[in-house]
């Protein structure tokens, strides 16, 4: 078998070019970014995301500061809940009371 190597390559941060960050929600989940919510159980955090999630892939705003237009594709990963159990029905559950409220 062959040995791989891997190379290290230093980068200055004085050489980086900095960037805006262009918000999806202003100040809590940047476009293109990993967004982690952390806490206790019980807490609500995947009623909270679920909620948005449910909102972002219907194409509904979470406040008057965003400007969606259209559907925003979502990923979801969970550590604590299971997919059959939980976060499917919670996810179902949180669209319908989206539609429910949008009609």
Do not use: H
């Amino acid at each position: 078998m062959a040995e791989m190597r891997t190379e290290l390559q230093m980068i200055k941060m004085s050489e980086i070019q900095s960037q805006e960050v262009a918000w999806l929600w202003f100040p809590f989940i940047p476009y293109g970014k990993l967004s982690i919510v952390q806490g206790d159980p019980g807490d609500g955090k995947s009623t909270l995301i679920l909620n948005i999630a449910a909102k972002l892939s219907m194409g509904e705003c979470i406040d008057e500061n965003m400007n969606i237009t259209e559907p925003v594709n979502v990923i979801y990963q969970t550590a604590e809940d299971g997919l059959a159990d939980t976060a499917s029905q919670d996810l179902k559950q949180q669209m319908q009371t989206v539609a429910e409220y949008q009609s």
